[in-house]
């Protein structure tokens, strides 16, 4: 238990050890109570090395995560920056959902998107069922491009702007993705809609690393701003993510621990594979986790702001 989150600094040669990398906070936790176990038996050596152990895996989560303020809901912040005469022309917002196949809670899903009216909705997992139930009940989102599928990646945009979409493949083996060029009022923008392959086994890890790459390699050469949204299977302490997302910018960060997956387990639990990554032309003013809507992954919704880079 104490050297786990150690270990896991090598999950960039090893696979398997960079999964640990995904329970870094579950890891901390288990290493502070532990912590606290041993200082009480009086075995302080131990009980310090846990502690040591523990202070590791928060460093590293606050890293790339700044928790609310006492008092401080996760996108309270956001709020307030959202109504600061800001101009409305400047932003976009975007809910990204993986469905789960199995789930048919339509009804549900579509009156979270109708509360919260995103610019631009992503849905992961989407079958031909699926896809059939949100085009009825997004009639108004006038645009949409889907890759309806009967396995777990299939995938649909939905979007209140026009745009021109593709299905792209980002390497041999990948699963598919979607490319966006959106017709922002701001001006032309690139979203990718990204579901890789969960790195369980070493084949898959190794894909999943690779479709990764290669993102961030079309990301680097992109004509527009660009922005990533998905379940990236991944947590943003995995050095799977760290290698190949350094150039890009996290929604969440300053908004919490951001967990979204099992979805029915508290936060604290939960870990943050769902996200939406952007390029240093947009500034994030939102970012929520959003409540369950019978999949195993909680929503995300994130509004951007366009800003000038000089």
Not at 21 to 40: D, E, S, W
Not at 58 to 77: D, F, I, N, Y
Not at 254 to 269: D, I, K
Request: hydrophobic letters at 45%; proline letters at 6%.
């Amino acid at each position: 238990m104490i050297l786990l989150p150690f270990v896991g600094e090598w999950g960039r040669r090893f696979w398997f050890l960079d999964l640990v990398n995904h329970f870094r906070i579950q890891t901390g936790l288990c290493a502070a109570i532990l912590a606290a176990v041993l200082m009480g038996l009086g075995r302080y050596a131990e009980g310090a090395a846990a502690l040591g152990s523990a202070a590791f895996c928060a460093v590293t989560v606050l890293g790339v995560r700044r928790l609310p303020k006492a008092g401080e809901e996760s996108g309270q912040r956001g709020i307030a920056a959202d109504v600061d005469g800001t101009d409305p022309s400047k932003i976009l917002s975007v809910l990204t959902c993986n469905i789960w196949l199995l789930n048919r809670g339509y009804e549900k899903l579509s009156k979270l998107i109708g509360s919260k009216d995103p610019d631009v909705v992503v849905l992961l997992e989407t079958d031909h069922q699926w896809f059939s139930a949100m085009k009825r009940a997004l009639a108004h989102y006038q645009h949409h491009k889907a890759e309806a599928r009967d396995d777990y990646f299939g995938l649909a945009v939905f979007s209140k702007y026009p745009m021109i979409a593709t299905v792209e493949r980002l390497h041999s083996e990948a699963k598919p993705s979607m490319r966006c060029v959106i017709r922002h009022p701001s001006g032309d923008l690139t979203l990718w809609c990204l579901h890789p392959e969960p790195p369980y086994l070493p084949a898959a890890a190794i894909r999943h690393r690779l479709e990764l790459e290669v993102l961030a390699g079309r990301i680097h050469n992109e004509a527009h701003p660009a922005i990533v949204t998905g379940d990236l299977n991944t947590a943003p302490w995995a050095r799977a993510f760290r290698a190949s997302f350094g150039i890009l910018r996290n929604s969440a960060s300053g908004f919490g621990l951001a967990a979204t997956w099992p979805a029915s387990l508290p936060n604290f639990l939960r870990i943050p594979i769902d996200h939406t990554l952007h390029t240093e032309h947009f500034k994030t003013l939102f970012h929520e986790v959003l409540p369950h809507v019978g999949s195993d992954h909680r929503p995300i919704l994130v509004r951007l702001m366009r800003r000038s880079i000089k």
